[in-house]
Structure formats: structure tokens, C-alpha cells
């Protein structure tokens, strides 16, 4: 089936540590992937995305690259800011956008 | 640009009763969505229009729950007697139908829906 698995939460980390979040997907076809962030109280952002393999969508700081050989897009980030807490989905669309479940992320200075 | 805008932001029910939400897209986009989102849980597709044609409908969407968008622009969300499991975040997106698929979708703020 068509479905995106991101890693579970919460992650911890302290400020300025690296950050990686997993995500991989299944899907027929060559879909668009997207990381999408969701600060507290706010709506769903688009963080950064990537249309074709070996693309590598980036901003902020945060890069993922589309890799079509283990069907992956792992966000990631060299130093993290408190700034950064929020909850992460990563999603794939060919005809409409589907969803992982979500990575909450938790920075502390 | 205004952005996704949904109405109400909040709407609390009783159990078995209706209720209607609002949404009204970023004006030139073609395409919206509705999505439904539960706590710990990402956004789940539930229904896209382009344009005023409702083009797919997902299989969680029961015969209690019918959308529109009549002029192809705002669209309504109507869920029929309600029950305490439709309690969850309803969010409405928009995307340029030029661009799909890679297009982004923007997302309103959504509307919190608790039935008691």
C-alpha cells in the first residue's frame, strides 16, 4: 500500500545536538515527499520538500534528501535551537498528500 | 495573502447532533482538502475538491459526514449526528492544481471538534 513511517517519539536532545529523524515510504509510483512542522498552537508548515531522486529539499537549516534506493527522506539538522520544538510529519503525495504519524521533537538549552 | 482560513475555530456538541464547519482557501487555488487529525496521530485524508468537483473520497469518510464547495471556492464540512469518535482536529488545505503534484498544500489553523 501507499503509507509513510516516521520514527516515534518524543526526541530529546539538547540545544546546538545534531537531529535526525527517519522516514520511509511506500508508494507506486514516484511521489513528491515533504516535511511538514507544527509549532504549538499553530497550524501545519511546509518545512522543506523534494520532487525527484537525489533531490534535497532544505531550509532553516534543516536538509532531507530523496533517496529512491531505500525509499527514504531522514530530516536532519546539525544544531538544533530550543526555537526547533515542534512536532514533524513527513508525508507523500502523487494524488493527495498522506501523513506519518508524527515526531515530536523537544529542545532544552 | 490571507491564507487558509477556517470557521468556527472551535465548536463543541452534544452527541447526535449536526454541525457545519467552514473553509475558505487561498483564492487562486483550484484544489482543496479536507484532512481530520486526532491527538498523536498525522493529519488523515479525508476528501479533495478541484475546483467544485469532489474528485475522491476517503473510506473513513461514513455516510454521516458530506462535503461541498457549490462555486468552487469556500467549502463546507457537515457531520450528521454526531458521535463522541468524530472528536478530533478537522483541518482544510489548498493547493494550486498547476503545480500538482508537487505542490505543497497550505493548511488553515483548523477546527477542534469535541462532541461530549
Known amino acids: 500500500g501507499n503509507s509513510v513511517t516516521q520514527m516515534e517519539g518524543p526526541v530529546t536532545l539538547s540545544e546546538e545536538a545534531f537531529l535526525t529523524i527517519n522516514c520511509t515510504y511506500t508508494?507506486?509510483?514516484?511521489?513528491?515527499l515533504f516535511w511538514y512542522v507544527q509549532y504549538p498552537g499553530e497550524g501545519l508548515q511546509l518545512l522543506l520538500k523534494?520532487?525527484?531522486?537525489?533531490d534535497k529539499g532544505s531550509n532553516k537549516g534543516f536538509e532531507a534528501t530523496y533517496r529512491k534506493e531505500t525509499t527514504s527522506f531522514h530530516l536532519e539538522k546539525g544544531s538544533v535551537q530550543v526555537s526547533d520544538s515542534a512536532v514533524y510529519f513527513c508525508?507523500?503525495?502523487?494524488?493527495?498528500?498522506?501523513f506519518g504519524t508524527g515526531t515530536r521533537l523537544q529542545v532544552f538549552p | 495573502d490571507t491564507g487558509v482560513s477556517q470557521d468556527p475555530r472551535h465548536k463543541i456538541t452534544k452527541r447526535g447532533q449536526n454541525v457545519t464547519f467552514r473553509c475558505d482557501p487561498i483564492?487562486?487555488?483550484?484544489?482543496l482538502y479536507w484532512y481530520r487529525q486526532t491527538l498523536g496521530q498525522g493529519p488523515e485524508f479525508l476528501t479533495y475538491?478541484?475546483?467544485?468537483?469532489?474528485?475522491?473520497k476517503s473510506r473513513l469518510l461514513s455516510d454521516r459526514f458530506s462535503a461541498e464547495r457549490p462555486k468552487g471556492s469556500f467549502s463546507t464540512l457537515e457531520i450528521q449526528r454526531t458521535e463522541q469518535g468524530d472528536s478530533a482536529m478537522y483541518l482544510c488545505?489548498?493547493?494550486?492544481?498547476?503545480?500538482?503534484?508537487?505542490?505543497?498544500?497550505?493548511f488553515g489553523n483548523g477546527t477542534r471538534l469535541t462532541v461530549t
Open positions: 488545505a489548498s493547493s494550486a492544481l498547476q503545480e500538482a503534484p508537487n505542490s505543497p498544500l497550505h
Open positions: 508508494a507506486t509510483g514516484y511521489p513528491s
Open positions: 523534494a520532487t525527484k531522486a537525489d
Open positions: 508525508a507523500r503525495n502523487t494524488d493527495k498528500l498522506i
Open positions: 483564492s487562486e487555488h483550484n484544489r
Open positions: 475538491f478541484q475546483n467544485e468537483a469532489q474528485l475522491e
